[in-house]
């Protein structure tokens, strides 16, 4: 089992950057995919980017492509998006989400462990 803690979240203007952290416990980070998915309000959970165990397979929303860069150092339990280009669309709580096997990365359901969730908002 592991435990997910985001932070880094806050309010910036359209064109600004954001590094978002997730802390995980345990001593098996590297045995579990990691990904983030955001929740707008109104609308449902949406994938935004996954990252495999090793971090050599990196996945991305449409929405985000070229903007976000996902990323994970192993050795100290952590996992990041990076978020560059802000838009105002972009405003949603993000949450960090984990799990040793995943079968549709894009689906909130394959994932058993999440964070609490950290507040990204985008003004115009």
């Known amino acids: 089992q592991v435990q997910l803690v985001e932070t880094g979240g806050g309010l910036v203007q359209a064109g600004g950057s954001l590094r978002l952290s997730c802390a995980a416990s345990g001593r098996t980070f590297s045995s579990y995919n990691m990904a983030w998915f955001r929740q707008a309000p109104g609308k449902e959970r949406e994938f935004v980017a996954h990252?495999?165990?090793?971090?050599?397979?990196?996945d991305y929303a449409d929405s985000v492509k070229g903007r976000f860069t996902i990323s994970r150092d192993n050795a100290k339990n952590m996992a990041y998006l990076q978020m560059n280009s802000l838009k105002p669309e972009d405003t949603a709580i993000y949450y960090c989400?984990?799990?040793?096997?995943?079968?549709?990365?894009?689906?909130?359901?394959?994932?058993?462990?999440w964070g609490q969730g950290t507040q990204v908002t985008v003004s115009s």
């Open positions: 989400a984990a799990d040793t096997y995943i079968v549709n990365m894009l689906k909130a359901e394959d994932y058993r462990y």
């Open positions: 990252i495999s165990r090793s971090g050599g397979i990196v």
